[in-house]
């Protein structure tokens, strides 16, 4: 099978491409660097030649929802459109558990592109997943105060980014499905005790302050609103197990 992987260089992306290319299939990376540009479609068309699936990883670092309603809807409609005109016959994309019930900031264009893809003429499926566990090394110095590093309080239940890259080629490879079963780790945990083990792994020293965040968006991190049901699958990974591959360094 071709397989075209969007956002294929980043946190899960290298590990879709790695999975797909493991399992014997042709793989397709969609980037600029390849001379593929999702914000504008140049490219696209080309890139898709021959293609049976597209799997749908990019990502933005924003918190505005005005911001990541339009890189996600700009980006999945050139995606779907460019799709249409190759033949692609599967379209999968990941996106976060709670996009639905917390559509606020980043999540606000997860939604959008949820919408976008289940309303295209394109077969889809699309997989919610929690954050990866990589996510407590990426909040960590997000937000300062003098010397405090401040970390909001988060129910989570973060899962190993290689598992979602394994399960969304298991996607691929099963067909179009829908909307399925979200995918999450093994254990649940407050974000804040994840970003002072990653700090003391890679030897950060400064404190960990974990602060509540105030209105709708406040509630949905503490309430467990992004953490997935009693119907979802689970990753094996432990936080632990996967904080172990980290690299340590001493700081003096």
């Known amino acids: 099978?071709?397989?075209?992987?969007?956002?294929?260089?980043?946190?899960?992306?290298?590990?879709?491409?790695?999975?797909?290319?493991?399992?014997?299939?042709?793989?397709?990376v969609l980037s600029r660097s390849a001379g593929v540009d999702l914000m504008t479609g140049d490219g696209l068309a080309a890139a898709l030649t021959g293609v049976d699936a597209v799997v749908d990883v990019?990502?933005?670092?924003?918190?505005s929802a005005k911001k990541s309603r339009e890189f996600f809807g700009t980006t999945t409609r050139h995606l779907l459109a460019a799709e249409r005109g190759a033949g692609v016959g599967h379209h999968v994309v990941l996106s976060i558990v709670g996009a639905a019930q917390?559509?606020?900031?980043?999540?606000?264009?997860?939604?959008?592109?949820?919408e976008l893809v289940a309303a295209g003429e394109v077969p889809w499926t699309?997989?919610?997943?929690?954050?990866?566990?990589e996510f407590a090394g990426q909040i960590h110095g997000t937000i300062t105060l003098g010397p405090l590093v401040v970390v909001p309080r988060m129910r989570s239940q973060t899962?190993?980014?290689?598992?979602?890259?394994?399960?969304?080629?298991?996607?691929?490879?099963?067909?179009?499905?829908?909307?399925v079963p979200d995918f999450g780790g093994p254990a649940t945990a407050w974000m804040g005790d994840l970003v002072r083990a990653w700090a003391r792994r890679t030897g950060d020293r400064r404190r960990v302050a974990v602060v509540p965040?105030?209105?709708?968006?406040?509630?949905?991190?503490?309430?467990?609103?992004?953490?997935?049901?009693?119907g979802a699958d689970h990753g094996s990974t432990t936080f632990e197990q996967?904080?172990?591959?980290?690299?340590?360094?001493?700081?003096?």
């Open 102 to 114: 917390a559509p606020h900031g980043y999540y606000a264009g997860k939604l959008v592109q949820e």
């Open 213 to 230: 965040l105030p209105g709708a968006w406040g509630t949905a991190l503490r309430d467990g609103t992004l953490v997935p049901d009693d």
């Open 242 to 252: 996967w904080l172990e591959t980290v690299p340590t360094r001493v700081r003096t």
């Open 58 to 63: 990019v990502s933005t670092v924003t918190q």
């Open 126 to 133: 699309t997989l919610r997943a929690t954050q990866f566990h």
């Open 159 to 179: 899962v190993a980014a290689r598992e979602v890259g394994e399960r969304l080629i298991e996607l691929v490879e099963a067909g179009p499905s829908g909307l």
């Open 1 to 28: 099978m071709k397989i075209a992987v969007a956002g294929g260089t980043g946190t899960v992306g290298v590990h879709v491409v790695d999975v797909a290319r493991e399992r014997g299939h042709e793989v397709v």
